[in-house]
């Protein structure tokens, strides 16, 4: 079966400006494959509600799973279910939490759409022939957010940040019956560079989480009287050269991710943070 190809080199552009948004007609899917497109959509319906929201707020619902990806090779294993951790530096709305969402499922995970989504994703990265030899952890999120007349849902109530990865790809996978939603890319003094709508199936984004931060603006329903929805895949990548492979034990399996986790953006942001103190006037 071939592969996703594009028509513009996300490669270069990545390089150069740290971000692209990508619209959903530069994607090549060969037919044969986009039949399994058809198939990982429906997935959305089938999350969980994400019991890490503030105040008992209800507006996602998510799926989640951690990967390890040899990229050389291709090989792509899930680790056993875990939960989802984020230092409370990078997430200041939920960090420092084991957070126990529903994995992926393994029909979800044995989509050959998605599989090849993972690998071309990628392929489109800037990164050396060494990295390429080299493990990376995964960590793939679905994640459908509601908006309702009485609770608008907030796709990042983080507000603007990065994620703790090297760099994230954004699919939409679809929206409906909402108003808002905007995705913005920031420098990391909080300066807006760019926005753009994602509308359509596979309308995409793709940003160098360390040397840019990112934000969604809430969304609401556009009729009043039904729920509004807005559903993306998130497939976020960390070169990580010493990571182990999967075991099969979840307690065995989240020791060496919880090990492996030192999130690039931090890493440069305490080093600014650092530098801008000692430069401070006493
Ligand atoms: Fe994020």
Not at 9 to 38: G, M
Not at 170 to 187: F, V, W
Not at 201 to 212: A, T
């Amino acid at each position: 079966m071939k592969g996703i190809t594009i028509t513009q080199s996300v490669y270069l552009q990545l390089k150069t400006k740290k971000y692209v948004f990508v619209p959903h007609n530069e994607f090549i899917i060969p037919k044969d494959l986009n039949i399994y497109n058809i198939q990982f959509k429906k997935d959305w319906k089938k999350l969980e509600k994400d019991n890490y929201l503030k105040t008992g707020r209800s507006f996602r619902y998510r799926r989640f799973r951690y990967f390890y990806f040899l990229p050389v090779s291709g090989k792509i294993l899930a680790y056993a279910p875990t939960p989802y951790y984020q230092p409370a530096e990078i997430n200041k709305y939920a960090g420092d939490i084991d957070r126990k969402f529903s994995p992926l499922k393994s029909k979800t995970i044995n989509n050959p759409f998605f599989q090849e989504l993972i690998q071309f994703d990628f392929r489109q990265l800037p990164v050396s022939q060494k990295e390429k030899c080299e493990p990376w952890l995964v960590d793939i999120h679905q994640i459908r957010t509601v908006a309702t007349v009485a609770e608008s849902g907030e796709p990042t109530p983080e507000g603007i940040h990065h994620d703790e990865n090297d760099f994230v790809w954004i699919h939409l996978i679809k929206r409906k019956n909402i108003t808002g939603g905007s995705s913005s890319i920031y420098s990391n003094d909080e300066k807006l560079l760019a926005s753009c709508m994602l509308h359509k199936n596979m309308d995409s984004m793709v940003f160098w989480d360390p040397k840019v931060m990112h934000g969604v603006t809430s969304v609401h329903p556009k009729d009043p009287t039904k729920n509004g929805i807005r559903d993306v895949l998130l497939i976020c990548f960390t070169h990580r050269p010493g990571l182990q492979v999967p075991t099969g034990n979840s307690i065995l399996d989240y020791k060496e991710i919880k090990a492996n986790i030192n999130p690039p953006a931090l890493s440069e942001h305490g080093y600014k943070r650092r530098m801008d103190m000692e430069s401070t006037p006493e």
